[in-house]
């Protein structure tokens, strides 16, 4: 009898985080990515092995090994593509709201929203406090 056996290497995308790169120093958008090993008997895949996470980031390809102990917690941080899209757009509406709020006030005299720099209300023309 004759038996035919090996092993196979696999990768399996599970998602995307956002996290600190080490590298870049930067929050970046990480690819997950399931390796591991299916021993094969006649050609025929019966069961995974040597499982390892890695993260790779969008930014700059730097990639470690998730480990052992931060893989449930990775989970529910996994999005798809179109999460990560989602997230990101709603980042920038609030960075755009922000950096609108930093760069004007609102007049004490009559509530329209003027620059910060203003030092006259260009609505009612009175002498803004410093």
């Given at each position: 009898m004759v038996l035919i056996w090996g092993r196979k290497g696999y990768q399996q995308h599970?998602?995307?985080?956002?996290?600190?790169c080490p590298r870049c120093m930067e929050h970046r958008p990480f690819n997950i990515y399931q390796y591991g090993k299916k021993f094969t008997l006649y050609f025929i895949p019966t069961f995974s092995y040597d499982k390892k996470q890695v993260a790779i980031c969008g930014a700059c390809s730097y990639a470690f090994e998730i480990p052992k102990d931060m893989k449930n917690e990775l989970q529910s941080m996994l999005m798809s593509e179109e999460e990560l899209m989602h997230k990101i757009t709603e980042i920038q509406r609030m960075s755009e709201e922000k950096t609108k709020?930093?760069?004007?006030?609102?007049?004490?005299?009559?509530?329209?929203?003027?620059?910060?720099?203003?030092?006259l209300c260009r609505?009612?023309?009175k002498d803004l406090p410093p």
């Open positions: 599970l998602g995307l985080i956002v996290t600190e709020e930093l760069s004007t006030k609102t007049c004490p005299y009559c509530a329209e929203e003027i620059k910060t720099e203003a030092i609505y009612c023309r």
